[in-house]
């Protein structure tokens, strides 16, 4: 009990010193490390020194690195919770927000809107993942009765047929369309500005305050139907919430950051590692540590300057090796 | 115990999203509307307003850097795309310029990928860009960058995006005289075209795959008729993957492939399956000689076409010599002398 | 606690499983405050019933009525504060601990997350479970036996007045059959009215109050003269020979079959 609330203070506590060091560190050659501390500090404590690089200074840091530093938070909490939330309300540790079509969706959208010249990208990635999951949904109602594992079957069959019609947009593009279509169904976030960030917040806040006020509630479901059902809680209409919210924000997220792969199926699984699988304090948790977490792989993955490796690389290649070293230390065994 | 936790939780999290995080968003405001003399429209269709002439360009197209080379504006390039770096381009353009000689010419983005910080610290007036970058596009108007997209599907678009380059930078002598130049040696090329009675038909063959060629919209069909021929494929699309028993049944006489690394014309003429077909018969498989001359979306298209109609019509009284002519138009686009192909 | 006198009664209660039929039209009235067993032969229809009176399935006929109120015309947390169940399977994927499987009980309480005191109250339900010193371990870690007694704890945070049980003792060793169905003995003293499932007559016999037979899907009562505990009645539910033997006031069934 106590290493919980020792990581509890340390996980609350650490994402306002990340956010300034991460605005800080970046791959500019005409500033470094202490110009961009000098100049927040004047920034912060209002001390007039007026430096050439001063505007540049603000400008980069203000307005390129900022609203890319809240992005990769929001994005990172979302997909973590998105994640924990349909973990508990499916049932099984092995899904992510994407399960249900909604990757795939979401990235033949984007092509779709790539290949037709100018339409926007954004709005047809987030239209087309609630398409496929809305598909994913009433391919699974029988009876008015939605059950998970046939939910689970349709999203991955719906899955794939979005899949299958990416790739004949894919190949009826010319090489142009073509790399950006790959780049942007691979993940990244170079691209983000203000605007971006204004157009996912909205969804994102009322998202994560429904997820956040079902947090005790994911606990119950876990458990099972019945079990739900026979305490006092409607488990058809609660899942339909979680599932319209977690959904909601994800397809927000990927909109304007492509398809982050892997990264909803490991973190809550390291949140439970961390704090325990009581959903009441892991959704909280998990919003904080997957922001913090998205935050710092996306520092990596934006100031080894010469290539920016796309993140969903990046979330493969750091998440993994991580998750697979505290599955060795925990002692809890699935089943 | 946890419960007391959820309370700080709570209090915590929307003490970041409700306070923290407005202000930030607040306190960055967009950029003002200027006004100004300056106005074009770029291949969006987008208006593009500088108050005073571009002094600081950064350019992630190699051909339109070519453009700016050729109206004299080398020195003001701050930025350029990756690729300027590449082998065969870069031999051309350290002679043009002593920083890219000295690989000092800072590369901030090319037609994939855009590092908007690396943008941002060059201070530009305008950036260059293909305007299927849409993402990176938005990204600098938003921090208020002016930004010229180009799309090329045809020469009269290479005099567009040239002549824009003039009004934007106050080039418009060297610009007209520029195209003039260019469409002179077009009628020229037109006219020894007339003079050919059975244009031979060709099919084009990207680098990228044998069976990737050009449709009639593109500017691959303009180079073609420009030489005196036809393009077999009569598709409209400007970038097409066809079948090999496609071809077999055009039975072009001409085979131009785009400059190719990985194959030679040898290699074409070693497939099993075209045998039958009347280019690789007599032997008629000819390969571009150099990207950087044979450029279909610079001013030298020409040249392309000098050299497709030298080698479909060997023949013919036309004095056209692709070695003389290439560095006749390299002195006058370029002021200087460059190495040949 | 104090006495409560909530009614379960049903009228007309059929259910068919596709062709075959189940349940066939069945009426009972439930004694209020009183331990009542439900048995009968494995396939009679002990489950389902139990099920549909906790409004889980649907029937295809007939009502169940709480204080003369069709089921289906409360809401879901209305009647989970009236009725509580316990059903026989439970998996649990993720690993709580008993606290917070105990806690899932108590939905209709908990506002968005539990307070303190909804901490104590599942704590005291726990006590009452006998099973304190498993409060912070894991459920998925715990034997069969274990996790029925958290289940046990948990539909008794929920404070139901009238608590359905299906099997609650079918994982459970000796001793704990005997405390938990002495635990149930004591609750429908306080005021609950507690219906049972279990398929050992003998155990039920020892603590019931009541006791309903199913067989084929309808309640089977014995003849004029004989009363329910006698041979006769009990070889016909059950079907198989069976003699009784009366020790003190208990019943105690054994099979006649038996090898000398």
């Known amino acids: ?335 | 115990m946890f419960a007391s936790f959820n309370k700080v939780n709570g209090i915590g999290i929307i003490i970041f999203y409700g306070i923290i995080m407005p202000i930030f968003i607040i306190s960055c405001s967009s950029s003002p509307k200027k006004h100004s003399n300056i106005e074009v429209v770029d291949f969006r269709g987008q208006k593009i307003n500088l108050e005073k002439p571009a002094e600081r360009i950064v350019c992630l197209i190699e051909s339109a850097t070519s453009g700016l080379f050729m109206l004299d504006l080398g020195k003001n390039i701050v930025g350029v795309s990756t690729n300027i770096y590449d082998d065969d381009i870069y031999k051309y353009y350290s002679v043009l310029d002593e920083r890219i000689k000295n690989k000092s010419l800072p590369t901030p983005g090319n037609w994939d990928f855009v590092s908007i910080e690396s943008v941002v610290a060059l201070k530009p007036d305008i950036v260059i860009i293909w305007a299927s970058q849409t993402e990176s596009i938005n990204a600098l108007e938003n921090i208020g960058i002016p930004v010229y997209g180009v799309m090329l599907n045809s020469y009269n678009d290479v005099y567009k995006e040239i002549e824009d380059f003039g009004i934007l930078t106050g080039k418009t002598q060297r610009a007209d005289s520029l195209i003039s130049y260019t469409k002179a040696e077009v009628e020229k090329l037109k006219k020894a075209a007339g003079r050919i009675e059975n244009k031979k038909s060709i099919y084009f063959m990207w680098a990228q795959g044998m069976l990737e060629t050009s449709g009639k919209n593109s500017t691959v069909n303009q180079l073609i008729e420009l030489g005196g021929c036809t393009n077999v494929c009569i598709e409209n699309e400007e970038h097409l993957i066809v079948n090999s028993e496609k071809i077999i049944e055009w039975n072009p006489d001409i085979i131009l492939m785009w400059c190719n690394s990985k194959m030679e014309p040898e290699d074409v003429l070693k497939k099993n399956e075209w045998q039958s077909i009347n280019a690789v018969k007599n032997k008629n498989v000819f390969e571009l000689p150099s990207i950087f001359y044979s450029d279909l979306w610079t001013l030298k298209f020409p040249q392309a076409a000098r050299f497709l109609m030298h080698n479909a019509y060997p023949k013919l009284d036309i004095s056209i010599n692709p070695d003389s002519s290439c560095s006749e138009m390299t002195k006058f686009l370029y002021n200087t002398t460059l190495p040949l192909p | 606690m104090g006495i409560n006198n909530t009614n379960l009664s049903i009228r007309d209660l059929s259910f068919n499983y596709g062709e075959k039929s189940i349940l066939k039209s069945i009426n009972y009235d439930f004694k209020p405050n009183k331990l009542t067993f439900i048995l009968g032969r494995n396939g009679s229809g002990k489950s389902t019933l139990l099920r549909i009176m906790a409004g889980l399935v649907k029937p295809n006929n007939g009502q169940v009525l709480i204080n003369s109120k069709n089921i289906s015309d409360f809401s879901l947390k209305e009647r989970a504060s009236v009725l509580g169940f316990m059903s026989q399977h439970h998996t649990a994927i993720f690993p709580f601990t008993v606290l917070d499987v105990v806690l899932t009980g108590m939905v209709s309480t908990i506002k968005i997350a539990p307070s303190k005191q909804d901490y104590d109250l599942a704590a005291k339900a726990i006590e009452r479970a006998g099973i304190a010193h498993l409060t912070e371990r894991i459920y998925t870690e715990l034997s069969g036996g274990e996790q029925q007694l958290v289940m046990i704890a948990r539909v008794l945070a929920q404070q139901p007045k009238i608590l359905l049980l299906d099997e609650p003792t079918s994982s459970l060793d000796f001793c704990n059959q005997i405390h938990v169905l002495t635990l149930l003995k004591k609750l429908s003293a306080e005021g609950i009215t507690v219906i049972c499932v279990l398929h050992d007559p003998n155990a039920a016999f020892q603590f019931g109050d009541e006791f309903v037979f199913l067989k084929d899907g309808a309640v089977f009562y014995p003849d004029n003269d004989s009363n329910i505990k006698s041979p006769n009645f009990l070889s016909s539910v059950f079907m198989m020979p069976l003699d009784i033997i009366s020790i003190k006031d208990r019943t105690i069934i054994y099979s006649k079959d038996l090898p000398e």
């Not at chain 1, 390129?64 to 997909?79: E, K, N, S």
């Not at chain 1, 009765?145 to 004949?168: D, E, M, N, P, R």
């Open chain 1, 1 to 335: 009990m106590k290493k919980n609330r020792l990581i509890l203070y340390i996980v609350y506590a650490l994402p306002l010193p990340l956010i300034v060091l991460s605005i800080c560190i970046g791959p500019s050659d005409v500033f470094n490390f202490n110009d961009a501390l000098i100049w927040l500090k004047n920034h912060l404590f209002c001390s007039n020194e007026p430096n050439e690089n001063s505007y540049i200074i603000q400008t980069i840091l203000l307005n390129v690195r900022l609203p890319r530093i809240l992005l990769a938070f929001m994005a990172g909490g979302v997909l973590a919770v998105s994640g924990a939330a349909m973990q508990a309300i499916f049932r099984n540790p092995l899904v992510s927000p994407y399960i249900l079509g909604l990757s795939s969706g979401a990235a033949f959208g984007a092509a779709l809107a790539l290949s037709i010249s100018f339409a926007q990208v954004q709005v047809f990635a987030f239209g087309f993942g609630l398409i496929a999951v809305a598909m994913s949904y009433l391919a699974a109602i029988r009876q008015k009765q939605v059950s998970t594992v046939s939910l689970i079957l349709s999203g991955v069959i719906v899955g794939g047929i979005f899949t299958a019609l990416l790739t004949i947009v894919q190949f009826m593009s010319d090489p142009f369309k073509l790399q950006t279509i790959v780049a942007w169904t691979m993940g990244n976030m170079h691209n983000t500005n203000w605007a971006s960030v204004e157009s996912v917040f909205i969804p994102v806040i009322l998202s994560i305050l429904i997820l956040f006020i079902f947090r005790w509630k994911l606990n119950v479901l876990a458990l099972g139907d019945q079990e739900a059902q026979s305490s006092g809680l409607n488990p058809q209409r609660s899942r339909i919430i979680v599932l319209v919210a977690a959904t909601l924000a994800s397809s927000a997220i990927i909109s304007v950051t492509g398809v982050i792969g892997l990264f909803g199926l490991i973190v809550p699984h390291m949140v439970r590692m961390m704090v325990g699988p009581n959903n009441s304090v892991a959704i909280p948790v998990n919003f904080v540590f997957g922001g913090m977490f998205l935050l710092i792989i996306d520092d990596f993955s934006r100031t080894l300057y010469s290539f920016e490796i796309p993140i969903g690389i990046f979330t493969m290649l750091i998440g993994a090796p991580f998750f697979l070293y505290l599955m060795k230390k925990t002692k809890t065994v699935w089943e």
